[in-house]
């Protein structure tokens, strides 16, 4: 038995079976759950060793191995994409160390002592930021999630990616600690002309975007802090912005300069890039708040079901215009539905995760949920997308999402 | 101490005067934003026969001798015009880019790839003015300069519309056998 629990660590793939049995070791003797727990001599004849020293930092254990995943290995060293083993986690809060990851130019290794954030413009007072300064203001904490608008915009095109983390990865929750915008304008006073706010990267190539003031007022946040501790580099260490709801590109990583400005100044990301290309040639504009979206992350793609018996169907579910309302899951394809249970806490702008108990009969199902947020905005179908759309947008997919399951318990793409 | 002038101030709604002041020659080095009416682009000036040189040198490793674009590093400059609502669309600097000074920026803030902020002031007006000439939106000869680029006007300059999402969603939970209905009606 220890040997099999051990090769079972090693898969980092997400099994609900596998996991559903540990489950039930850990529940049912100490005895049991001691032995599946790791390799130190507990039970031996000669007496029991102590098991290993503190540590100053922790690290996760050993039998551990779910990682993120690049999006497409082989691009430029620095650019590109990291995705969040979704179907792995538990609750809603990402660890930092599995965060996603979209970098425009490398992580850049910032050290705070010789870090400022200039605050200038359209502005009575021009201010130059320590961290220790923005430490200084009264702080704000919030759990938000973060989209890259990016993510599984693959779906545009027809199911693309087999599993949640390649298909959704790009989405990621945290606690973020700061101090509130609105704070920083305020104490360099903003002048009635202002409409804009444009925030910029310390990364190498300065990536920038223009936020409209009335956002930027209302809550944003420059966060030093992620998960109780400081903002990981590749999330914009020593400070951020954390524009709630809003696509993860305009969360300006490794904030060095604040721009208060009287109209958007068109960067690239902003004029020619995360602008959603329709059927008709025309591209939207600002899509800055990520749509109601959920994914049911186990069972699904990637996955094997240990034969029929009793699951729970699972997932994470969120909305950047309103609290999450409501989630359905369906096992029929989406001809039935049922209300799937939501976890607290229900937070705007917060992933959700939610539940069903599901017993599979071992016959074929197709897998999916949908949420509902508290706009009354419901999470459309890939094929409303498409035809409000087209398939040459890039951005902003956030349709529902099915799993195939088939009667060997293999999950795919659906 | 310091936290409880901090309360006093904050709770009578003054600023807490934390920072320091930035003065005017720090603000002049760091602000290198510009907008689309040419705000904030810098002296300089270049045209497209110079700029052949510099793209040669530092661009068309990435994007190709002639701005067609290397997979996967380098994205296609040039071209694409009249492919945007085509079953094939391809987006440029001369098909989509609706501001020839967001094409200065882009440069100026982030190319080379391995080497952003190498570029002098000349040489990113050069540049861009390569890039316009060969989108055929500039002569090979014309000057590009903080007056003359923000007159460019792009092919795509009105391509884009406010978004219009809530586009889908609204009318409530789709109806049964959602994978296959019809879409609703707009």
């Known amino acids: 038995m220890k040997d099999k629990d051990i090769d079972r660590s090693k898969d980092n793939r ?11 070791l850990a529940a049912g003797t100490a005895v049991a759950a001691t032995v599946a727990g790791g390799l130190t001599n507990l039970w031996g004849e000669d007496g029991r060793d102590p098991g290993s020293p503190m540590r100053s930092y922790g690290e996760r254990s050993p039998f551990e191995k779910v990682a993120r995943r690049n999006s497409r290995p082989g691009q430029m060293t620095g650019t590109g994409s990291s995705l969040t083993p979704l179907e792995s986690l538990y609750g809603i809060i990402t660890p930092s160390a599995l965060h996603y990851e979209r970098h425009h130019s490398g992580v850049p290794m910032i050290d705070p002592e010789k870090h400022e954030l200039l605050l200038h413009g359209l502005v009575e007072k021009p201010l130059v930021f320590k961290l220790e300064d923005i430490k200084r203001f009264p702080s704000v904490s919030h759990i938000y999630f973060l989209e890259c608008s990016g993510s599984g915009a693959g779906e545009y095109q027809g199911a693309s990616a087999p599993t949640p983390q390649q298909t959704a990865g790009l989405f990621s929750c945290s606690e973020w600690t700061g101090v509130p915008l609105s704070t920083l304008l305020r104490e360099a006073g903003v002048k009635p002309a202002a409409k804009w706010v444009l925030a910029e990267g310390g990364d190498a190539s300065r990536n920038a975007r223009s936020i409209p003031l009335a956002k930027a007022m209302d809550d944003v946040i420059v966060a030093y802090g992620q998960n109780g501790e400081a903002v990981r580099p590749e999330q914009g260490y020593p400070m951020r912005l954390i524009v709630p ?20 100044s068109m960067t ?5 890039d995360y602008d959603d290309l329709l059927g008709n040639g025309k591209s939207y504009r600002f899509s800055f708040v990520m749509e109601a979206k959920s994914i049911v992350t186990r069972p699904a793609g990637g996955q094997r079901l240990d034969g029929p018996g009793a699951y729970e169907i699972t997932g994470l579910a969120w909305s950047g215009r309103a609290r999450i ?24 702008n917060a992933a959700v995760r939610f539940g069903m108990p599901w017993n599979w009969d071992g016959n074929e199902a197709v897998i999916g949920s949908r949420c509902t947020d508290e706009s009354g905005y419901t999470q459309p179908t890939h094929e409303q997308i498409v035809a409000a759309r087209g398939t040459h947008a890039r951005f902003h997919y956030n349709g529902i999402k099915w799993w195939r399951l088939q009667k060997s318990g293999e999950l795919t793409n659906a | 101490m310091a936290c409880g002038t901090l309360q006093a101030q904050t709770n009578s709604g003054k600023p807490g005067g934390l920072g320091r002041p930035a003065t ?9 934003t510009t907008l689309p009416n040419g705000a904030g682009l810098p002296d300089g000036k270049g045209t497209a026969a110079q700029g052949e040189a510099v793209y040669r040198d530092k661009c068309a ?47 100026h803030r982030a190319m080379p790839q391995n080497q952003p902020g190498s570029l002098s002031a000349d040489e990113t007006y050069a540049v861009t003015a390569f890039l316009l000439n060969r989108n055929k939106i500039i002569e090979a ?8 680029l923000p007159k460019v006007r792009m092919p795509n300059r009105d391509g884009f519309i406010p978004d219009a999402r809530p586009d889908v969603g609204k009318n409530g939970p789709p109806a049964e056998g959602s994978k296959n209905q019809k879409p609703p009606a707009r």
């Not at chain 1, 997400?14 to 039930?24: L, N, Q, V, W």
């Not at chain 1, 309302?325 to 705007?348: H, Y």
């Not at chain 2, 880019?97 to 440069?107: F, G, K, L, M």
């Open chain 1, 14 to 24: 997400s099994k609900p079976d596998a996991r559903g049995r540990r489950r039930f």
């Open chain 1, 268 to 272: 690239r990301d902003e004029a020619a």
């Open chain 1, 325 to 348: 309302a409501g989630v359905e899951i369906s096992t029929d394809g989406g001809k039935n539905w049922r209300k799937a249970e939501l976890q607290q806490p229900v937070l705007k």
């Open chain 2, 61 to 107: 490793s990435c994007h190709g001798p002639n701005g067609e674009g290397v997979a996967p590093q380098g994205t296609q400059l040039v071209g694409g015009v009249g492919t945007l609502a085509s079953e094939n669309p391809i987006r440029t600097v001369g098909s989509y880019w609706p501001y020839a000074t967001s094409v200065w920026d882009y440069i």
């Open chain 2, 24 to 32: 005017a020659e720090e603000v002049k080095q760091r602000d290198i």
């Open chain 2, 141 to 148: 000869n014309e000057v590009m300069d903080k007056e003359s």
């Open chain 1, 245 to 264: 709801g809003w696509e993860g590109n305009i969360n300006t990583k490794w904030l060095q300069r604040l721009h208060v400005i009287d109209q958007p």
